[in-house]
Nanobody
């Protein structure tokens, strides 16, 4: 039974920071492209950041570049998203996702349908 469990969400003021974690169980994320997506009410789910299977390449949504950092610890079977300088526009449910068909992320975050394992999400709320 594969499970991706996100944690670390919460409520912060604009300019604050949060660190999201995604712990995998029943599955080894080693070598798989991993990503964070987010979805706000009434909006499409969008890719925020992705990281290749062994961490050599990372990709970001333009609006989070320079503020968010994706990383992974394959030994701990965990994915992270460090979010700094948070803005009210970052308010969303954040999901981690695994793409088991490719370690290379195909040169970008990719589309939602390309990821086959998903977590349940963790809420991030940023107030102004």
């Amino acid at each position: 039974y594969v499970q991706l469990a996100e944690s670390g969400g919460g409520s912060v003021q604009a300019g604050g920071s949060l660190r999201l974690s995604c712990a995998a169980s029943g599955y080894s994320l080693r070598g798989d492209c991993m990503a964070w997506f987010r979805q706000a009410p009434g909006k499409e789910r969008e890719g925020v950041a992705a990281i290749s299977g062994y961490g050599s390449s990372t990709y970001y949504l333009d609006s989070v570049k320079g503020r968010f950092t994706i990383s992974r610890d394959n030994a701990r079977n965990t994915l992270y998203l460090q979010m700094n300088s948070l803005e009210p526009e970052d308010t969303s449910m954040y999901y981690c996702a695994a793409r088991t068909t490719s370690p290379y992320c195909s040169g970008g975050i990719g589309a939602r349908y390309q990821y086959n394992y998903w977590g349940q999400g963790t809420q991030v709320t940023v107030s102004s």
